[in-house]
Structure formats: C-alpha cells, structure tokens
Nanobody, 121 residues
Framework: QVQLVESGGDLVQAGGSLRLTCAAS????????MGWYRQAPGAQRELVAT???????NYADSVQGRFTISRDNAKNTVYLQMDSLKPEDTAVYYC???????????????WGKGTLVTVSA
C-alpha cells in the first residue's frame, strides 16, 4: 500500500503564493500520473492539475497561468506552486496518484487526506 502525505496548506492573502507538497511512500511501487484536486465547501471535488511520469502537464482553466505542477520522481513527490491566489481558490487540496505495486502486480489509485488552503480577500 502507498501512503500520501500532503503539506503546505495555509491562510494567505489574495495575491499571495503557496507551495503544496505531496510525498508518496510505501514498498516496491512506481508512480505514473500524479495530480492535485480541490474541494471547496459545498462543491464537488475538481481537478486542478495533473502531471505524467514524463512531465506532461494539464491544468484546469481556472488556474492556468497561475499554478504550476511539478514532480521529483527520485523523491516520489509532487508539488503545486500556487501564485496570484484568489479567494475562490479556497479549498481543501488533495493529492492523487496512479501507482503500480510490484508486490501485488496491481495498478492502484490513491488519495491523500488533503491540506486546507484559505485565501482571504
């Protein structure tokens, strides 16, 4: 099984920046796609950004140009640099990964527990 630990959520003023980190750990696994999703109060969870193992990225229109997703394959870690934050970016941000677990030869998808980002006006 793979564990995901997110960090970096905080309270920030509009226009500010935050960097989220998600580190994966476990036995004998390889990560394919990694991504960040978010869920605002009363709303459905939505995609923020994804990144493939080779580094191809995809962003929601609402964050394009303001957020940057990156990863360090050697550290099994994915980052989300968030700049020019807006109050509407307030949400719990969740890390999501697609992995292959070699002990079981299975493909799995895992979610982190989330980290809260609050942007004040």
């Amino acid at each position: 099984q793979v564990q995901l630990v997110e960090s970096g959520g905080d309270l920030v003023q509009a226009g500010g920046s935050l960097r989220l980190t998600c580190a994966a750990s476990g036995r004998r696994f390889s990560i394919n796609n990694m991504g960040w999703y978010r869920q605002a109060p009363g709303a459905q969870r939505e995609l923020v950004a994804t990144i493939t193992k080779s580094g191809s990225t995809n962003y929601a229109d609402s964050v394009q140009g303001r957020f940057t997703i990156s990863r360090d394959n050697a550290k099994n870690t994915v980052y989300l640099q968030m700049d020019s934050l807006k109050p509407e970016d307030t949400a719990v941000y969740y890390c999501n990964v697609d992995v292959v677990e070699f002990d079981y030869w299975r493909a799995m998808n895992y979610w982190g527990k989330g980290t809260l980002v609050t942007v004040s006006a």
